[in-house]
């Protein structure tokens, strides 16, 4: 037998049992997996790629939207602008320098005469020459980042090839705005008119999963913001705690995207201005709420599911006085479809009632109840600039009292239309 055979036969049982004849081996070079900086930049493009795409593909291309024939579509975000957002990233992550295990990095300035701030960049020059952002590595791919505004943690992210998730202190991000701020006024610039005290903490992750974007709003602890707008006139806002207080996924290559919501109780007193420029402060009660909203641009459609509150009462005072109650019972499952030329249907999935009370206050002087139902099946259409909408299937029942008096009761074939002087007073009317 030939001995160039006898040799490659024992050196292939050698390669199977050892890692003998390494003469014969073909070595093979590992993948160089980016690190440090490179890592860092590479998950921000990761998840901005993945914002990009489902913005542009999903809203923009968005079938339900091109139905409607908006004045002013959005636009999708174009390859300059995407190149503008890497080299803003090039440039805030420019200059890096290690400190007890971290490594430093300082924004080079150009980020503002280049990009954020063209024309006027002195005083963005002035800020982000006090930006630190400090990277401390887990492993190759992931790790930590901390941003700083003069010696001010703002807040922080951890990075993985998959993931962005950023928890934010608010007193510690509001400690770094008002530094931000003062620098602002200090040129001579408008004020961000901050807010005087807020406390609570949130986590925002950005993900990709299995094709889909992914972003959820998660409020770990007790929002609380406080403060005194340009006309001295005060607010105050209370979020409770909730995991996963909004989450939205997009799935780019589908046409799909989805916005599950759990929001958390809510407690607010804000400024409004009634009609004759005065100044009222106006107290929300709101119990939370939970529900599922997907856009299926397949079938030019908004689907709603389990839409309701978290308890059925929603309340509202106006300086302190009673100015209106709504109690809701049930759920909204529900279909919204957009069809050529503007036009759009309603169909509800489930049956669904409730009850509006109002009462003359400081705010405004109407009062009266409003009641209402709507059977399941019910359909209604409503045409591209008309003040109509067309009944289709299913029964909806309206009863005003007082000021807002009313008494429908429409089925299919019949056309509902409001009143010109009071917009929650409804009547049947002749169709057009």
């Known amino acids: 037998m030939n001995k160039n055979i006898l040799k490659s036969i024992a050196c292939g049982a050698l390669v199977l049992a050892t890692t003998g004849c390494k003469e014969e ?32 593909n999903v809203i923009v291309d968005s079938q339900f939207l091109k139905n409607l024939d908006l004045e002013n579509p959005p636009e999708k975000i174009s390859m300059e602008t995407e190149n503008e957002v890497k080299q803003a990233v090039d440039y805030l992550l420019a200059n890096e320098q290690s400190d007890n295990g971290a490594t430093v990095y300082s924004p080079d300035t150009r980020i503002c005469s280049e990009i954020l701030a063209k024309n006027n960049p002195e005083t963005c020059q002035d800020i982000f020459s006090k930006i630190k952002l400090a990277q401390v590595e887990q492993d190759a791919t992931s790790g930590y980042v901390e941003i700083y505004l003069a010696n001010i943690k703002a807040f922080g992210f951890v990075y993985t090839p998959e993931l962005l998730s950023a928890q ?3 007193s510690a991000l509001l400690a770094a705005l008002t530094k931000a701020d003062e620098i602002i006024v200090a040129h001579q610039e408008e004020s961000m008119e901050l807010p005087s005290s807020a406390s609570g903490n949130v986590s925002l992750t950005v993900a990709q999963k299995l094709g889909a974007t992914v972003v959820d709003l998660t409020v770990n602890q007790k929002i609380r913001i406080q403060g005194v707008n340009s006309e001295m006139q005060s607010y105050d806002i209370a979020i409770e705690a909730g995991q996963n207080a909004a989450t939205v996924s997009a799935f780019p290559a589908m046409g799909v995207a989805s916005l599950q919501v759990n929001i958390p109780a809510v407690e607010a007193i804000f400024p409004v201005h009634d009609h ?11 119990p939370g709420g939970s529900g599922l909203a997907t856009l299926n641009n397949a079938m030019s459609m908004i689907e709603l599911s389990g839409v309701k509150l978290a308890a059925s009462t929603v309340s509202a005072k106006a300086d302190g006085q009673s100015m209106a109650q709504l109690t809701v019972n049930g759920q909204v499952d529900a279909q ?22 109002a009462v003359s206050n400081p705010l405004f002087s109407e009062q009266g109840t409003i009641t209402a139902s709507i059977a399941q099946g019910t359909e209604a259409y409503f045409a591209k600039d008309s003040d109509q909408a067309k009944i289709l299937a299913g029964n909806f029942q309206y009863v005003g009292t007082q000021d807002f008096l009313s008494n429908v009761n429409a089925t299919a074939g019949m056309c509902i239309q409001g009143d010109e002087n009071q917009d929650l007073t409804l009547q049947t009317v002749v169709c057009q």
């Open 25 to 56: 081996q073909v070595e093979v070079t590992p993948i160089a997996q980016p690190s440090g900086r490179a890592a860092l930049i590479k998950a921000l493009e990761t998840q901005a790629q993945g914002l990009v795409d489902s913005f542009n």
């Open 168 to 170: 934010v202190d608010l």
């Open 336 to 357: 919204v479809t957009s069809y050529q030329g503007g036009h759009v249907g309603l169909k509800f999935l489930s049956a669904i009632d409730g009850q509006l009370t």
């Open 276 to 286: 004759d420029n005065i100044n009222h402060a106006v107290s929300l009660s709101f």
